[in-house]
Every structure is written in structure tokens, then in C-alpha cells.
């Protein structure tokens, strides 16, 4: 009877066991048909695509847009040398102040070229006295024409003296050639300087020269009378300027025409020396397909993007051409009111997967 009793409950424990094995296996069924994907599959529906985000390809004015570097130069700049050797006896201007044409600025040792200007004007003198002696003789026949040429051959070499005495006389005197900013002097009173010797530097600021280089394959978009913006590090406000003179060749050496435009600078705000950046605009075209940078990735040197087309990504390659700011322009491989993958499409491996647009943007 014991025994009876035992089998009794391994049957029942075993009954148990298999229906509830079938109890989880009807359960886990009817939440998998319950499923997004076997709802989809029921019904013939394919399962969500990767997340992207699009834009469509816009047709928009090109502007080539190049930033180059150029220098300011001063209107005017030359280094004063001593043109004749001897020792300075005044310096007449202070380091770094302006200085108008003509002032003097050094004084050398002049002491003989004086006297022998003196001489010569006192030899001119006596020279042109007898030749108007002999003139007044001559008109009344006291003194033959030989005696008054002799007279006035005399006058000439006598002028021709004062002239060259007096030309030496000035060598001694170092005179500001123009208006302008004097630099540091390097030499003092009592000093000895030789001929051709560098003395001072001499600067016009008041108006300054800004060249820079334009590469060759911009010389026929760049016209005088193009305006610029020149930007400098000591400021954050633009210079407005405009081209004033193109060279007349394209240098050798990285093909570049050097241009130069000329900016006001009374206030002597800028130095010579100065580096500046310039921007320009350049191909000023009819309207052209353009695209976000973002969208575009490289693959072995080549440029593509994801377009979506009925839900699904084709990769498609493109060439490029202008860089607008952050939107590139696209020569071909696109058309307008395409759409293409902005975000999510490091997601997207080969064509025609399929893809979910968030932003609704799709063809």
C-alpha cells in the first residue's frame, strides 16, 4: 500500500512539472506575437530602420572666400648715411618723433668746406666785378673783345667753384628728406662717422603700404578698386581698404601676384613691419548646389554622402568644390531637394539599408 501511495505522487509531481513547462511556454509565446517585431511580421512590415537625421541639398549663391597674410610697409623709408667722412657736431631730433622735409637733423664737422666756400665766393665776386669793369671798357673801346671773353671765362670758372664748394659745404648737413618718424639713433655727438655710413632711419607712417600675395590662379578675379578687410592682432575692428596697384608680373617662386593696397594712418596706430590678414571675396557665381560639411565623409581620398531615398541609404559619391563657411559646395553627384544624412551616418554601413528620419526630411 506504501509503495502504492509513493508512485502516486512521483506521477503527480512529474504532471506538475510538465504542465508548467507548457503554462511558461504558452506565456512566452503570446508575449513574443505581442512583440513591435512579430506584429510587423505578421503583418509584412519591415523592422525600424537606423535613426537619422537629414537635410535637403539647397541651391544657394557661391562666394569663394580666402584669408591670406600680408605686411604694412612705410609710404616712404630710407636709412640716412653720411655722404662725406668727419665728426658730428649736433644731433637736432629726438628718438621716434616726427620730423618735417627739410629739417636738419645731424651736423658734422664743417669747418674746412666753409672756409673753402667762402673762398669761392669771394673769388666769384672779384670775378664778376672785373667782368662788369671790362663790359663798361669794352663798350667804349678801351679794352679789345679778347680781354672782356678772357673776363667772362674768368666769371664762369669762379661760379662753377662757388657752386661745387657750396654743394660740398651742404654734404655736411643731414636733412629729413620728407615728412616721417625718426627710429633710434645710434650715434652721438663727437662721434666719427665714414662715408656711406647708416646714421638713422627715417619712416613716412602717415600712410602705409600693405602688400600681400594672391595666388595665380586668383589674378583675374582680383581688380583695382576692390575693397578689403585688413585684420591685425592689436585690434579687433577690420581695416576697410581697397586694391590700389597690381604688380605687372607673377613671381617665380609659388606664382603669386604681389598686390598692394595703401591705408591711412595719421594717428601712426599702425607700425611698419606689422603682419596682417586679409580677407577676399572671390567667384562670385550663379547659384550652386551646397550641402553641410558634416554630412560629407571620405573614404581613400574620395568624398561621399548618405542620401535617403524611399527609406532606405544609398552612399553616394560626390566632388566638391567651394568651402562656404560650414556648407561646402557640390560640383556633381547631387541634385537639389536631395536628402541627405546629417546625423547618424556613421550608423549606415551599404546601400539600401533601411532608415528611420527623425526630422521627417525625406524624398
Not at 51 to 72: P, Q
Not at 124 to 131: G, H, M, P, Q, S
Amino acid at each position: 500500500m506504501l509503495e502504492n501511495v509513493k508512485k502516486l505522487n512521483k506521477i503527480s509531481t512529474a504532471l506538475i512539472l510538465f504542465f508548467a513547462v507548457v503554462v511558461i511556454m504558452i506565456s512566452l509565446s503570446m508575449i513574443l506575437d505581442s512583440s513591435p517585431t512579430a506584429k510587423s511580421k505578421k503583418l509584412g512590415l519591415q523592422s525600424p530602420g537606423v535613426l537619422v537625421e537629414t537635410i535637403r541639398v539647397e541651391l544657394a549663391e557661391i562666394k569663394e572666400k580666402i584669408n591670406l597674410t600680408g605686411e604694412f610697409k612705410a609710404n616712404d623709408s630710407v636709412y640716412l648715411r653720411a655722404e662725406v667722412a668727419g665728426k658730428i657736431t649736433s644731433i637736432n631730433f629726438y628718438d621716434g618723433k616726427f620730423v618735417k622735409q627739410g629739417e636738419r637733423l645731424i651736423k658734422l664737422d664743417d669747418s674746412i668746406p666753409l672756409a673753402e666756400f667762402l673762398q669761392a665766393s669771394a673769388e666769384y665776386e672779384l670775378a664778376e666785378k672785373n667782368y662788369i669793369r671790362a663790359e663798361k671798357l669794352s663798350k667804349r673801346d678801351f679794352v679789345s673783345t679778347g680781354a672782356l671773353e678772357d673776363a667772362n671765362a674768368k666769371l664762369g670758372v669762379a661760379y662753377a667753384k662757388k657752386l661745387l664748394s657750396e654743394a660740398r659745404l651742404k654734404q655736411y648737413v643731414i636733412r629729413s628728406p620728407f615728412d616721417g618718424v625718426v627710429g633710434l639713433r645710434n650715434v652721438s655727438v663727437g662721434d666719427f662717422v665714414q662715408v656711406g655710413q647708416k646714421i638713422l632711419l627715417l619712416e613716412d607712417l602717415k600712410r602705409l603700404k600693405f602688400d600681400f600675395k594672391v595666388p595665380e590662379k586668383y589674378i583675374n578675379d582680383i581688380k583695382e578698386g576692390n575693397e578689403i578687410k585688413i585684420f591685425t592682432e592689436i585690434t579687433d575692428q577690420a581695416i576697410t581698404a581697397k586694391v590700389d596697384v597690381l604688380n605687372v608680373n607673377v613671381e617665380k617662386n609659388g606664382r603669386f601676384l604681389l598686390v598692394r593696397s595703401f591705408v591711412n594712418n595719421s594717428d601712426f596706430f599702425l607700425k611698419s613691419g606689422m603682419f596682417g590678414k586679409v580677407l577676399l571675396e572671390f567667384r562670385k557665381k550663379n547659384k550652386g548646389l551646397t550641402v553641410p560639411e558634416v554630412a560629407i565623409f571620405s573614404e581613400q581620398s574620395r568624398k561621399f554622402v548618405w542620401r535617403i531615398q524611399e527609406g532606405k541609404a544609398e552612399k553616394v559619391k560626390i566632388d566638391t568644390g567651394i568651402r562656404i563657411g560650414e556648407t561646402v559646395e557640390v560640383l556633381n553627384g547631387l541634385n537639389v531637394q536631395d536628402s541627405v544624412v546629417t546625423k547618424g551616418k556613421l550608423k549606415l554601413r551599404k546601400t539600401g539599408q533601411p532608415v528611420t528620419v527623425q526630422n521627417g526630411v525625406m524624398n
